[in-house]
């Protein structure tokens, strides 16, 4: 039982470190913020793996990461959107984690790819949301004469449907290539 907690918790380290690294390699689309990288993948192959709480937790590590390196920050309550929840609820992508491994019990690597793909859009467009929130209520003055509810939502919409989708394909591609990674040992 020991080992498998010490095993939990180097895993979080080390994905939420590789989260950390994966979104200096972006490509940034607005010089005000938004880029798409594969910053959700380290958190998303982690919650499938362990469950929820070792998703949440690597994604609050890897929010906290960004927020005290290198942060664009205008207001506490728009770093806790922008960087604490929105990093964070992308571990609900650990809600799929049952029938993921269910499609591995069964060999069914389709089964594995819808599930992977579905889990990985819930916790995209969780973090979306507090991205919107934040885009709406505290960048307002960039929308100009346009309303900022929808300004926030195509702005951001604009990298984050991109990041969802090529991190929805590499999470699928990596645990349908290798469907072991799902399943922990003594499991």
């Given at each position: 039982?020991?080992?498998?907690?010490?095993?939990?918790?180097?895993?979080?380290?080390?994905?939420?470190?590789?989260?950390?690294?994966?979104?200096?390699?972006?490509?940034?689309?607005?010089?005000?913020?938004?880029?798409?990288?594969?910053?959700?993948?380290?958190?998303?192959?982690?919650?499938?793996?362990?469950?929820?709480?070792?998703?949440?937790?690597?994604?609050?590590?890897?929010?906290?990461?960004?927020?005290?390196?290198?942060?664009?920050?205008?207001?506490?309550?728009?770093?806790?959107?922008?960087?604490?929840?929105?990093?964070?609820?992308?571990?609900?992508?650990?809600?799929?984690?049952?029938?993921?491994?269910?499609?591995?019990?069964?060999?069914?690597?389709?089964?594995?790819?819808?599930?992977?793909?579905?889990?990985?859009?819930?916790?995209?467009?969780?973090?979306?949301?507090?991205?919107?929130?934040?885009g709406a209520i505290f960048f307002k003055e960039y929308?100009?004469?346009?309303?900022?509810?929808?300004?926030?939502?195509?702005?951001?919409?604009?990298y984050m449907f991109p990041a969802i989708v090529i991190?929805?394909?590499?999470?699928?591609?990596?645990?349908?290539?290798?469907?072991?990674?799902?399943?922990?040992?003594?499991?």
């Open positions: 039982m020991r080992n498998k907690k010490l095993l939990w918790m180097i895993e979080i380290a080390l994905f939420a470190a590789i989260g950390y690294v994966l979104d200096q390699i972006k490509f940034s689309i607005w010089a005000q913020g938004g880029s798409v990288s594969f910053v959700m993948l380290p958190i998303i192959l982690i919650a499938i793996r362990w469950g929820l709480s070792a998703g949440l937790i690597t994604g609050l590590l890897v929010g906290l990461l960004n927020m005290t390196i290198n942060p664009y920050i205008v207001h506490w309550a728009q770093a806790l959107l922008d960087y604490v929840f929105a990093f964070t609820f992308v571990g609900f992508a650990a809600i799929v984690r049952k029938q993921v491994l269910n499609g591995v019990a069964t060999n069914r690597k389709k089964k594995i790819a819808i599930y992977v793909v579905i889990g990985t859009i819930v916790g995209g467009l969780l973090r979306y949301i507090c991205h919107i929130l934040a929308a100009g004469e346009q309303n900022a509810w929808i300004y926030s939502i195509v702005y951001n919409g604009t991190t929805a394909i590499a999470a699928a591609f990596i645990f349908t290539a290798s469907p072991r990674l799902i399943k922990r040992e003594n499991e």
